[in-house]
């Protein structure tokens, strides 16, 4: 079952591993052992995972049960040459490995249990070359590196390597231009590459790359799949903010269920830390003239608006110096708003927009430069919330379903209603009553369920509405678990606020994280070019609407991976069967998945070498979700990690795929490599960067 828990911290990938954040070996099996010579030096300062190998070693003399538990040594290390063997021929050197194999084979019943491994590895000197007992420095790294070494990864770096020991420059300029499709300044990139992944500072100087430091490169940022030019700021943030995508939470305040669930301030913190932009902020009338915070007619717990107030003060700008958009939920008497409005004003000061950029009234939205033009890092534009068309005695649990509706503008205290300048709440009487009497600084809300009704009758008019006013989507009130809806759904229209509860892990989230880790975490994402024209014909029910410049193809080989981490509170002995699913989220007519044959019994070091394959009809809107799981032939398959990404950040050639967790990353050998994504070819939209094609990905307009 895939038993996800609540999100402790803001990763941008996750593993399933409860908890504890020790990862756990999930393969009772050694990896196949090779014997090479030591490398000139240890690995550099960004293999410290060292720590994280050391218990899946040790662990196995716990796991085993003694004698009890037999394992068949490694088809691999049968079948593969050791590189230091290379001189040996095959039949010799299997011939070699098996009268070892018998010499530690004590029972004779063609299996070894882990105390014959031990003096397999002893009688061999595989690692004590000292005899001491013990693994010191260098020995340590030889038996790491034996585990550690991944004959997919060598079998690359001999392609480009004339004597299969080290990339000279040329060499590895050549990898990076037939492989990594780097087609500009290859010959400096090289010269950082080497500078920053070689660990041997002999290499360094005659400006090679070994083995260790190519690895060290695949397991980079600069290798990862995700393009490292689009992990920093590199969308234009000068256009109107309807034309961006803006990472939304719905009722900020809860870091459990709707019902009786805890509220606290951490969950703001989680939110801005994640580069959440649009907060929500319930207030209700509190003892002693203090207005509160929390889920009205619910049992959730309260904490006072001032408290709320200071933590978006302290973390606000943190993670993004782009604007912050609070969304007052006000259920307040006008004597408490007026607190409200003083609050705000005392703590946040200077860092509050209470006025339009131009000191007039606002005619069109700000870009989410508003806070540089202002001269400040950042701002918090608040906007208020109100619902006239659900009454105030409404049964349903949600916190737009049940606000109160404050009957005329009266009701509103003067003082708060000065400090909302832009995103003003408007009622939504239609597309055509809105293009008539709406102004773009003002915002409507829709419960899920009716955006989607919008989207399947009037796909077109919504994307046309969003180009030019903020629109706001929120959870269902019957969500009293603080489940989620699909994002995509709704960015497929280009809504920009699509609200989720942050607190709840899973695919949506999932999908959130992945859209919003580019662009340097900020927050905004651009919207594709023809979501942002008022008059576009784009139907995202209807691909063929508007001319588009055809489909292309996504193909991706994924190869393998290594020390996957094992099911949260699975049995000791249990061994993860991974596979590899990979999901595309997108317009209805891209929805696809596609998933590998499962490995049996390997968590340690799955080759699956399969290609997939997805044809994608509006890939601008398109995230690629990669899944790994555990097999289950009785039920259903468990949760092993995930990492997803929007298809335009994607960087083809042999990039590495980094796994996460719930409670932090796991270290680059826990990595698989998927290769050759597809280029990007749609250079006509200036939003997105071009890529050149590849050879082993080609695409299909």
């Avoid at 799949?225 to 700021?233: E, G, M, V, Y």
Wanted: charged share 20%; net charge negative.
């Amino acid at each position: 079952m895939d038993q996800r828990e609540k999100i402790d911290q803001y990763p941008s990938c996750r593993h399933h591993s409860g908890r504890s954040h020790q990862l756990l070996p999930s393969s009772p099996s050694p990896a196949p052992i090779s014997f090479h010579p030591l490398g000139p030096a240890s690995p550099a300062p960004e293999c410290a995972c060292l720590l994280w190998v050391s218990p899946s070693v040790l662990g196995w003399r716990e796991r085993q049960q003694k004698e009890k538990k037999p394992f068949d040594i490694p088809q691999p290390l049968l079948s593969q040459p050791p590189r230091f063997f290379s001189l040996a021929s095959a039949l010799g050197l299997r011939t070699w490995i098996r009268d070892w194999f018998q010499k530690a084979d004590k029972n004779k019943d063609g299996r070894m249990n882990f105390k014959e491994v031990q003096h397999l590895l002893k009688m061999m000197n595989a690692a004590d070359k000292s005899e001491s007992g013990t693994l010191e420095g260098e020995e340590f790294v030889l038996f790491y590196k034996a585990l550690t070494q991944r004959e997919e990864v060598l079998s690359l770096f001999q392609d480009f390597s004339e004597d299969g020991k080290k990339l000279t420059l040329l060499e590895l300029v050549d990898f990076l231009q037939q492989e990594q499709l780097e087609s500009e300044g290859t010959e400096e990139l090289a010269m950082e590459l080497i500078d920053k992944y070689e660990p041997s500072e002999t290499a360094k100087a005659r400006h090679v790359l070994s083995a260790d430091g190519f690895l060290m490169y695949l397991c980079s940022p600069e290798g990862s799949i995700f393009n490292p030019r689009h992990q920093a700021l590199w969308q234009d943030m000068t256009q109107p903010l309807c034309h961006y995508f803006i990472s939304s939470s719905h009722n900020t305040y809860l870091i459990e269920d709707q019902i009786r669930g805890q509220s606290s301030i951490e969950g703001y913190i989680r939110a801005l830390k994640r580069g959440c932009r649009c907060l929500e902020v319930d207030c209700w009338d509190g003892p002693n003239g203090e207005p509160m915070v929390y889920h009205g007619h619910t049992f959730t717990s309260k904490i006072p608006f001032r408290e709320v107030v200071s933590t978006l003060g302290k973390y606000a700008f943190q993670t993004s110096e782009y604007p912050v958009i609070l969304s007052l939920e006000n259920h307040c008497s006008v004597e408490q708003q007026d607190v409200l409005a003083q609050q705000l004003k005392d703590i946040l000061g200077e860092q509050l927009l209470t006025a339009t950029t131009d000191g007039h009234i606002p005619t069109q939205l700000p870009s989410p430069e508003v806070g540089t033009e202002h001269g400040h890092a950042g701002h918090r534009c608040p906007g208020w919330e109100w619902d006239e068309e659900v009454p105030c005695h409404s049964p349903l649990i949600g916190s737009h379903s049940n606000i109160s509706r404050l009957g005329d503008r009266e009701s509103l205290a003067q003082a708060l209603s000065d400090c909302v300048v832009y995103c003003k709440s408007v009622s939504f009487r239609g597309f055509q009553e809105a293009r008539s009497h709406s102004r773009p600084s003002e915002i409507s809300s829709f419960a899920e369920a009716k955006a989607r009704k919008l989207i399947r009758e009037a796909g077109n008019e919504f994307v046309r509405h969003n180009a030019w006013q903020l629109t706001r989507i929120y959870p269902s009130g019957m969500r009293t678990d603080s489940s989620n809806y699909s994002p995509q759904e709704m960015w497929n229209v280009g809504c920009q606020i699509v609200a989720l509860n942050f607190q709840t892990a899973g695919a949506e989230m999932d999908l959130c994280d992945g859209l919003f880790s580019q662009n340097g975490c900020c927050g905004y994402v651009l919207k594709p070019s023809f979501m942002r024209d008022k008059g576009t014909l784009f139907n995202p029910s209807d691909p063929s609407s508007w001319e588009s410049p055809g489909p292309v193809t996504l193909t991706i080989q994924v190869i393998s991976g290594q020390q996957l981490p094992k099911v949260a509170n699975s049995k000791a002995e249990a061994v993860i069967d991974p596979l590899v699913r990979v999901e595309i989220h997108g317009v209805p007519a891209d929805q696809a998945h596609q998933e590998t044959k499962y490995i049996e019994n390997n968590g340690f070091n799955p080759r699956w070498d399969e290609t997939l394959q997805f044809q994608l009809h509006v890939p601008e809107l398109a995230l690629v979700r990669f899944v790994v799981e555990d097999y289950d032939k009785t039920s259903r398959n468990d949760f092993v990690g995930q990492f997803t990404l929007a298809f335009t950040n994607i960087k083809p050639g042999e990039p590495s795929l980094p796994g996460g967790g719930e409670g932090g990353k796991l270290p680059p050998e826990s990595f698989f490599f998927p290769k050759s994504l597809c280029p990007y070819p749609r250079q006509t939209h200036t939003d997105v960067a071009g890529m050149s094609s590849h050879p082993q990905a080609k695409l299909s307009p």
